[in-house]
């Protein structure tokens, strides 16, 4: 059965972006290259919050990065999206819908599609914690970076309650990033 799965990349001190949402301390290569070209191949559908969505339809469509990662610009440009939001007016992405409403529902609908792909939100801390207290997150995939950044955000501000997590696996990459994989005990 197909899941829900979050990706984020975090600061070994626990924050997902820096102060004033920097990412600059993300450390990717070839070999991160690699392994998300693997991971949106696994995946049907992305999901995005408002603020991730218009980072990624910022970048992603644009010759820069056509250019500069055109597998990976590929995949995120022709992979269905969905962003729930409840100001967005549309979304112009090509193939995403805006939801501004019925998270619970939209899901529960992916899910049920007969294919069996997986489901990825990346990024997206607030709707991550939405689908945490809906419990509608089946895996946690969290890619560690080798960095102390001191001061940002941390993934999982604003949880209203603790959440327990079963490890399922670790991957290392020669960068020093560590994924580490994690399903959600609700």
Known sequence: MKKVYLFMMVS??????GVDHDLSWHN???EFNKFAIKQLDETETLLFGR???EVMASFWPTPFA???????????????KIVFSRTLASADW???ELHQANIP???AHLKNEATTKDIGVFGSSNLCRTLIQEHLLDELRIMVNPVVIGKGTTLFAGL???LKLTLQGSQQFASGNTLITYEPRY
Not at 12 to 17: A, N, P, R, T, V
Not at 66 to 80: F, G, L
């Open 12 to 17: 070994l001190d626990g924050f997902f972006e």
């Open 28 to 30: 990717v290569d070839a």
């Open 51 to 53: 603020k991730t969505y």
């Open 66 to 80: 056509q250019k500069n990662d055109p597998e990976v610009a590929t995949r995120m440009n022709s992979h269905k």
């Open 94 to 96: 090509v193939n995403t």
């Open 105 to 107: 529902g939209v899901i």
């Open 160 to 162: 209203q309650h603790e």
